[in-house]
Nanobody
Framework: QVQLVESGGGLVRPGGSLRLSCAASRTMFSFNAMGWYRQAPGKERELVADITTGGRTDYADSAKDRFTISRDNAKNTVYLQRNSLKPEDTAVYYC?????????WGQGTQVTVSS
């Protein structure tokens, strides 16, 4: 059983920054990829960004140029640095890890962008 523990959510003003962290309960090299998804009220969960074991990254169009995903293999942790936040970035953000058994999810962390 994999545990993914997210942290770093909260309330931020438009234009502000936040960094999300996701700590995995086992080595990141056991996953094909790790990433972040988000779900806004009334909308489906969508990919924000992910990073493969080899370090290849992929971003949603809405995240390009504003968000950066990175990983610390020694800490089994993946990060999402988010800058220039907008009200439409308000959502529950979920950490995701993929292995040959399928998808694993964190419990989610709320991010609210509001003045």
């Amino acid at each position: 059983q994999v545990q993914l523990v997210e942290s770093g959510g909260g309330l931020v003003r438009p234009g502000g920054s936040l960094r999300l962290s996701c700590a995995a309960s086992r080595t990141m090299f056991s996953f094909n990829a790790m990433g972040w998804y988000r779900q806004a009220p009334g909308k489906e969960r969508e990919l924000v960004a992910d990073i493969t074991t080899g370090g290849r990254t992929d971003y949603a169009d809405s995240a390009k140029d504003r968000f950066t995903i990175s990983r610390d293999n020694a800490k089994n942790t993946v990060y999402l640095q988010r800058n220039s936040l907008k009200p439409e970035d308000t959502a529950v953000y979920y950490c995701n890890a993929k292995d040959h058994w399928g998808n694993h999810w964190g419990q989610g962390t709320q991010v609210t962008v509001s003045s």
